[in-house]
């Protein structure tokens, strides 16, 4: 007799274990939102499956699905408390259903599994990690150790240093200015060149000595002195100004983990959410050196992360200057398993257009998006919906290992 399943939520999660469940035999029921029935109801339709619209957190609703004749329940919907708190209904219901319910929040998760029997507790996060840390290591396998770029590459790198016009015209305009009332006081006060470049460098300063004074020289030169007093103190004020900003800014960076990257042969992850994390910790554990690029500077794995020793860098992936401090160019790898398909394709193909020696590992929603980019040799790409989908089919037929 075939397995009988209600799942809970018809996302492309949900879509994804319906076609495992039915390609297993199972006989599927569909719970979910009106919303989710008019977006998905022709692909529901054609899986063959059964469809009630209504809310799992309703008793009576859980109930008209089939709650009650069901070997298994899913509940696969996006939202932590909905997933939760119509676990906590249907185990008043039916205390014998198997239960696989989804849920991102590890502390719940945990607290799930501890007070609830019959229960697994996945997410798609953590179910597609280790794929993705295998999919990295074939990658690694598949990539020459990473050698020191060549002299043209080299070259190319320092031409995109920046160059801040600003620093250097403060630091000549001085250079130029103390020159020039160097010559001048020399010849008008009758003075050796060093002793004029010391009575230039005091003035400006405002920390005169009044060993060599204006009182008896001409009123041109003391028009000129007082010149170089105000233009003195003036680039004083903004030397000071920029030497602040720039202190403060390079506590930023580095706080932000804005500073090159030494070494090589490492693997850098972009995304530092729950699979980013645990993807880190397990080829960490193998003995590889892990840089990690986040934008959001709340996330709150960040702290963990620095802790395991790993170089965590606040900022934006897509940019190239955030490339250059991760020194990608001596990885020995790439992932790029963000929330966002686009970012993690785009990153993928500006590391290509720059190593194209390195199979970048990337983390796709997509599964049209995952099969093409794979076959096309661009990266190793998989589907977070279609690995989830997996193995949440395979916990509601009891076969997960």
């Known amino acids: 007799m075939s397995t009988r399943v209600l799942v809970v939520g018809a996302d492309p999660l949900g879509l994804a274990i319906v076609e495992r469940l039915v390609a297993a035999g199972a006989r599927v029921t569909v719970l979910a939102a009106a919303a989710e029935v008019a977006r998905y109801g022709h692909e529901l339709e054609r899986s063959g499956t059964g469809v009630v619209i209504g809310s799992a957190t309703a008793p009576g609703e859980l109930l008209a699905a089939g709650l ?4 298994a329940l899913v509940l696969a919907t996006d939202s932590d408390t909905e997933n939760v708190d119509a676990a906590l209904t ?3 219901l039916r205390p014998d259903v198997r239960l696989v319910v989804r849920v991102f929040d590890r502390r719940l998760a945990d607290y799930l599994r501890g007070t609830l029997a019959q229960v697994e507790v ?4 953590l179910t597609s990690a280790p794929i993705f840390a295998d999919l990295a290591r074939r990658a690694l396998a598949e990539t020459a150790q990473a050698a020191a770029p060549p002299a043209a ?6 031409r995109r240093l920046p160059i801040d016009r600003v620093l250097v015209t403060l630091v000549v305009a001085p250079l130029l200015l103390v020159i020039a009332f160097t010559a001048y006081f020399a010849r008008a006060l009758e003075l050796r060149a060093m002793d004029a470049l010391y009575f230039v460098w005091t003035t400006m300063l405002t920390v005169g000595y009044g060993d060599i004074s204006l009182r008896h020289a001409s009123d041109t030169a003391k028009l000129v002195g007082m010149g170089l007093m105000v233009v003195g103190t003036a680039l004083i004020a ?3 100004a920029i030497l602040t900003g720039w202190v403060v800014a390079r506590r930023q960076d580095i706080r932000r983990g804005r500073i090159p990257v030494r070494g090589r042969g490492h693997v850098v992850i972009i995304g530092a959410g729950n699979v980013g994390a645990t993807v880190a910790r397990l080829l960490a554990a193998g003995g590889r050196s892990i840089v990690l690029i986040d934008r959001d500077e709340d996330n709150p794995r960040v ?3 620095r802790a395991d020793g790993h170089h965590v860098i606040i900022a934006d992936a897509a940019l190239e200057e955030t490339l250059d401090l991760a020194r990608v160019d001596r990885a020995a790898g790439v992932l790029a398993v963000t929330d966002s398909d686009a970012t993690n394709l785009h990153v993928a193909l500006a590391i290509r257009r720059r190593r194209p020696d390195v199979r970048v590992v990337v983390r796709l929603l997509s599964r049209e998006l995952s099969a093409h980019v794979t076959e096309r040799g661009d990266a ?3 589907s977070s919906v279609a690995i989830g989908g997996e193995a949440f089919a395979a916990a509601a037929l009891g076969t997960r290992s």
């Open 68 to 71: 009650a004749e069901a070997d």
């Open 90 to 92: 249907a185990r008043r």
């Open 122 to 125: 996945l997410s798609m996060s």
């Open 153 to 158: 590459e080299r070259r190319r790198a320092r």
């Open 238 to 240: 903004v030397l000071y």
């Open 303 to 305: 702290p963990e992360l």
């Open 380 to 382: 190793f790409a998989a």
